[in-house]
């Protein structure tokens, strides 16, 4: 295997191992995660649609599905575009600290693994 493929398995990898991980902790615990990540406003934004429970759960099953999905290169390209979205929207949530720069930076790792692939 090319060290290309190499690192673009790694990256696939990794990037599910990230989206899986929080997905089932949004799925588990989604009232600690809404605690832990929300910001007032997302959170009252949430709320005025659905529960906070039933919100965090489905977003926990989406990343879970993208995570299945980069993972295994099913629609590859939308899964990318998608966990694009979320990242900006996480990013956005989050405001200016460590953890948003963190996901900036994956962000930019995605864009540019969704430009490599055809």
């Known amino acids: 295997m090319s060290l290309r493929k190499t690192g673009k398995l790694a990256f696939r ?68 575009l998608v966990a694009t979205v979320m990242l900006v929207g996480i990013v956005v949530n989050l405001g200016f600290n460590e953890i948003a720069l963190r996901d900036l930076a994956l962000l930019t790792g995605v864009f540019y693994f969704y430009t490599q692939e055809r």
Do not use: C, M, N
């Open 13 to 80: 990898i990794g990037l599910a191992g990230l989206f899986g991980y929080f997905g089932v902790l949004a799925i588990i615990d989604p009232v600690q995660q809404a605690a832990a990540w929300l910001s007032p406003q997302f959170a009252d934004l949430i709320t005025s649609i659905v529960s906070i429970e039933f919100g965090l759960r489905l977003f926990g099953v989406a990343q879970v599905a993208i995570a299945v999905a980069i993972l295994f290169k099913l629609f590859l390209r939308w899964a990318l």
